[in-house]
T-cell receptor
Framework: GNSVTQMEGPVTLSEEAFLTINCTYT??????LFWYVQYPGEGLQLLLK?????DKGSNKGFEATYRKETTSFHLEKGSVQVSDSAVYFC???????????FGPGTSLSVIP | DTAVSQTPKYLVTQMGNDKSIKCEQN?????MYWYKQDSKKFLKIMFS???????INETVPNRFSPKSPDKAHLNLHINSLELGDSAVYFC?????????????FGPGTRLTVT
C-alpha cells in the first residue's frame, strides 16, 4: 500500500543552522507530495507541495524537490529560526480523489 | 476571520458517554474532513464529505458518526466513548475533493476520556 516515511525526531538545531528533514514514500505512479507544518497548539498548514517529478515546492524559505528516482521529497531550509519550531508532516496523495496519507511527523526545536 | 473553526476546543468526559464535536468553515469550500491525531502525533483520516455526501469513510468504529447539515458544517458524534478515543480531532476543508488542493485545518479538539 501507499505509505510515507520520515526521519525520526525530535530534531534540535541552533538558530541559523541548515535543516534537512528526510521523507521517502511508497506508491505506484506519480503521487502528489506535500509538506504540512503544525505549530504548537494549532492545526496543520500546507507549507509546500509538488505534483510531478522534478518539481520543486518552496515557501517561507523552505524547499523540497520531488525525486521520482529515489522516491523522496526531503525538506530543506538554509537558516532556521526559533519561529520554525513545529512538527513537520510529509504527505502524499496517489490520485486526485484518493485520501491524503500523512507521515508520522518530525518535531523540530530551534534554540537561540 | 476564522477559516475553519471547531467547538469545543477541549472536551473531558467519562467512558460510556456520548459527545459531539462541531466544525464550521467560512471558506466556501465543497469538501470537509475529520482527522484523528493520536498522542504520538500520527494523523489519520476518518471521514470526508463533498457537498454533504460522504466520499471517504475509513475503517473507524461505527460509534463514530459524521453529519453534514450543509456544506459549511461537518459535525462528529461519538457514542459510548472509550479510553482509546482520547486524541486530538481535526476538522479540515478544501475547495474540491481533488486531493491535490490545499487542506485548511481547524485548531483541533482535544478529547480526553477518563
Amino acid at each position: 500500500g501507499n505509505s510515507v516515511t520520515q526521519m525520526e525526531g525530535p530534531v534540535t538545531l541552533s538558530e541559523e543552522a541548515f535543516l534537512t528533514i528526510n521523507c521517502t514514500y511508497t506508491a505506484t505512479g506519480y503521487p502528489s507530495l506535500f509538506w504540512y507544518v503544525q505549530y504548537p497548539g494549532e492545526g496543520l498548514q500546507l507549507l509546500l507541495k509538488a505534483t510531478k517529478a522534478d518539481d520543486k515546492g518552496s515557501n517561507k524559505g523552505f524547499e523540497a524537490t520531488y525525486r521520482k528516482e529515489t522516491t523522496s521529497f526531503h525538506l530543506e531550509k538554509g537558516s532556521v529560526q526559533v519561529s520554525d519550531s513545529a512538527v513537520y508532516f510529509c504527505a502524499l496523495s496517489k490520485t486526485s480523489y484518493d485520501k491524503v496519507i500523512f507521515g508520522p511527523g518530525t518535531s523540530l526545536s530551534v534554540i537561540p | 476571520d476564522t477559516a475553519v473553526s471547531q467547538t469545543p476546543k477541549y472536551l473531558v468526559t467519562q467512558m460510556g458517554n456520548d459527545k459531539s464535536i462541531k466544525c464550521e468553515q467560512n471558506l466556501g469550500h465543497d469538501t470537509m474532513y475529520w482527522y484523528k491525531q493520536d498522542s504520538k502525533k500520527f494523523l489519520k483520516i476518518m471521514f470526508s464529505y463533498n457537498n454533504k455526501e460522504l466520499i471517504i469513510n475509513e475503517t473507524v468504529p461505527n460509534r463514530f458518526s459524521p453529519k453534514s447539515p450543509d456544506k459549511a458544517h461537518l459535525n462528529l458524534h461519538i457514542n459510548s466513548l472509550e479510553l482509546g478515543d482520547s486524541a486530538v480531532y481535526f476538522c479540515a476543508s478544501s475547495q474540491e475533493p481533488d486531493q491535490t488542493y490545499e487542506q485548511y485545518f481547524g485548531p483541533g479538539t482535544r478529547l480526553t476520556v477518563t
